[in-house]
Every structure is written in C-alpha cells, then in structure tokens.
C-alpha cells in the first residue's frame, strides 16, 4: 500500500460548476459506495486526513451531530481518508459515526479532487491529505469547493454558507 499517493506536482483544484470527479470505494463494512448512487440529491463529500486523530474525530462528530439538519435540507455525507476499511469501522463505530466513511488508500480519489498534494505543517512543506470539503448537486457539478478548512468549527461555517 502506498501511503504517499500519487506524485503530481500540484493537484487540480475543483470550483463550483466543474463535474465532480467519479469515484467508487468501499466503506467501513467493505461494501462499494459510489458518488453515482447520490444523484438527485445533493452530496456532501469531505476529505480528511485520518481517522481517531483528533481533528478528524473533531469534524466527523461535528457532521454526525448536524446530520439531521442536513439531511433535512437535502443534503447526505460522506466521509473520505486513506484508511482501511478496518480502521474506519473502529472510528465509526467509537464515535457513533451514521454517514458512510470511505478508504481511498491509494490517494486516488484525493488527488482527483484536488485533497492530495502539498501542504505546511508546522512551518514545513509535506505531501499529504488536504483537509477538503464539497458539496455535489443533484446532477454530479461541484456546487462548493472549500479547501485547507479547518476541523474545529467547519461544519458550522458550511451549514452558514448553505443557509441550513
């Protein structure tokens, strides 16, 4: 398994009205979940950079406990990292996760959303996970395209920007 992902120089970078790109993984349970299987509705695809850190426990808890109004508005959630299927099952399930957690382990997915590449940490340039969320229209366009969020704080400053 490569951790690293791939090795473009600068990941591409989505904006509204782009199709967002295709992506078929498995989740928690090993079972295949598709952006296909949400058109019609609006989607919420957030990438983060791994499970039962504190951060990502941080915003995954925030859209767990902000679900329901989503939900409500229209709009599901799904969750991706590098992990294995084992690892977000234990994250699920530790935190009473309900929205599905996918494993792009190869950085694939990432890359193609533009959630993979270079990024400062501590005042160093590293490769890794962007902290990245979107939300998907009903026909599959990228409606929003926020990137380097912030984990404390985001999924109400989402709900703000899509008046939920």
């Known amino acids: ?18 199709k967002a790109p295709a992506f078929s993984l498995p989740d928690a349970d090993g079972n295949t979940v598709s952006l296909a299987d949400y058109r019609g509705r609006r989607v919420v695809v957030y990438f983060y950079p791994a499970a039962s850190t504190p951060g990502c426990t941080k915003e995954a808890c925030d859209f767990r406990d902000n679900l329901r109004d989503l939900n409500d508005a229209g709009l599901d959630v799904v969750g991706i990292s590098p992990d294995p299927p084992a690892k977000l099952a234990k994250f699920r399930d530790a935190e009473g996760l309900t929205f599905p957690l996918l494993s792009d382990p190869d950085c694939t997915v990432l890359t193609a959303w533009g959630a993979y590449g270079e990024k400062k940490m501590y005042g160093k340039t590293v490769r890794g996970v962007i902290r990245s969320t979107f939300v998907v229209d009903e026909k599959g366009k990228v409606a929003l395209a926020q990137y380097n969020v912030k984990a404390t704080g985001h999924v109400a400053k989402l709900r703000r920007d899509l008046s939920v």
């Open 1 to 18: 398994m490569n951790r690293k992902g791939p090795t473009l120089s600068e990941s591409t970078r989505l904006a509204p009205g782009d």
